[in-house]
């Protein structure tokens, strides 16, 4: 499990750090005002395709397929962790592990991060259809 724990945290660290990168970049896409005129709006276009594909996108895949690889042994820990507490009770506590709590918890960060990165892909590809119309 020290292992596992390592692996994920490291994981977690590096794509905390892109999206420490990214974030402003990606928010800032979000937040310009689209020109009124379609025919003034391909600098506009451009800059919100460079930042979905350059910054948001691979955020996006980077957080999903982390959060994926270590969402089986996650669950496994918190059903584990149920049945012992639903037979045992409070004395399920002498079984208490704290790496296997920290690896939840990580996948726990990791998937914040995704479902951050969804919502800012999906915002910026929201603008990128409405400017197009």
Known sequence: M???????SVLLAI???LYALWHDDIVNAIAKVMPQHKEDR??????????LWSRA??????????MLVYLPPSIGIIASSFKGYC????ENFQNYDPIATSFVLVEVFTSVLAVQSIVYVWKLM????????
């Open 15 to 17: 794509t905390g750090v």
């Open 126 to 133: 929201s603008k990128l259809r409405a400017s197009n119309r």
């Open 87 to 90: 037979s045992l009770g409070f």
């Open 2 to 8: 020290n292992e596992l724990l390592t692996a994920a």
């Open 57 to 66: 996108i691979p955020l996006l895949l980077a957080t999903l397929c982390i």
């Open 42 to 51: 391909g600098e506009f276009d451009k800059n919100l395709k460079s930042v």
